[in-house]
């Protein structure tokens, strides 16, 4: 196919050799694949954040560093310089997040470059090498649910050791790869420690995965496994090779009123923009 104005310099740069086809296009991003020597590969091609809400940018974006005072102070005053440093920021959090994942052990597509604005990354594959379906486009057994929500689960607190919370993880955000899922799509990451959004945006995800596998598992539906997550991370008590059980009994005492409807207001914006969204990756997809 013809190469693409954003690809062009890494193909005369040698990081890419063909230009195989286009994968899906989405508000935030083209996905191609790509051949680099003898391997097929993805190229995310990152769009403007035009289309992203400030009140998103700013609910994720808690909790990040900018490093260089003079970005921090242009990002605050939404100057034409300070937009463009704070695309760069967003898009550089993706990328960072991808490559802290990937070091912690974490399923997610192994990176292999980020150059103007286009990641280079593991192309996942089903088990007949063909392009890997969103967990959305698969139909499971109950055993497959159960062992794909254990593992998700599992990746869930690996995250969260490595200090990130996915943020909008789903069904449409998941890989079905030839040994299993793998998660994607980062923008949205937040830091765990330093974002006051984190609490309810982990219980979001494990519960979204709770509802999705619990169509084919019902027995799952009783689980509550992000409250028992984000107590064991709280108490310093979490690590990678936990002991999960599924059940968790709140501690009335410590119940304040005031940030239960911080978060069920929060929550109830959030799923109507991720239903907007899902809608929209659904057709582009």
Not at 87 to 112: D, F, M
Not at 178 to 187: K, Q, R, S, W, Y
Request: charged letters at 30%.
């Amino acid at each position: 196919m013809k190469i693409p104005k954003r690809l062009q310099p890494l193909v005369e740069d040698g990081l890419i050799d063909e230009v195989v086809s286009q994968l899906m296009s989405g508000k935030e991003a083209q996905v191609f694949v790509v051949r680099c020597g003898d391997e097929l590969r993805c190229a995310k091609v990152f769009k403007e954040a035009k289309s992203r809400s400030f009140k998103q940018a700013v609910t994720y974006q808690e909790g990040r560093k900018v490093r260089n005072s003079r970005r921090a102070r242009a990002m605050s005053k939404k100057t034409r310089y300070g937009q463009r440093e704070q695309e760069s920021a967003w898009l550089n959090a993706e990328v960072e997040a991808l490559y802290r994942l990937a070091a912690a052990g974490v399923r997610v597509p192994t990176p292999h470059g980020f150059v103007d604005g286009v990641l280079l990354m593991e192309r996942i594959a089903d088990a007949d090498g063909d392009v890997a379906p969103r967990l959305d486009d698969v139909e499971l057994t109950p055993e497959q649910a159960l062992d794909y929500h254990q593992r998700l689960i599992g990746e869930v607190v690996r995250m969260l050791c490595a200090g990130l919370v996915h943020g909008d993880l789903s069904e449409f955000n998941i890989l079905v790869g030839a040994e299993g899922p793998v998660i994607i799509d980062l923008p949205q990451a937040v830091d765990a420690a330093g974002n006051n959004n984190a609490p309810w945006m982990l219980v979001r995800d494990v519960d979204n995965l709770r509802h999705y596998f619990g169509r084919f598992a019902p027995e799952l539906l009783a689980t509550d496994y992000a409250k028992e997550i984000w107590a064991a991370y709280e108490a310093g008590e979490l690590h990678p090779e936990s002991v999960l059980t599924g059940r968790f009994t709140p501690d009335a005492s410590r119940v304040d009123v005031s940030d239960v409807m911080r978060v069920i207001d929060a929550a109830r914006e959030e799923a109507a923009e991720r239903d907007a969204r899902q809608q929209e990756d659904a057709d582009d997809w």
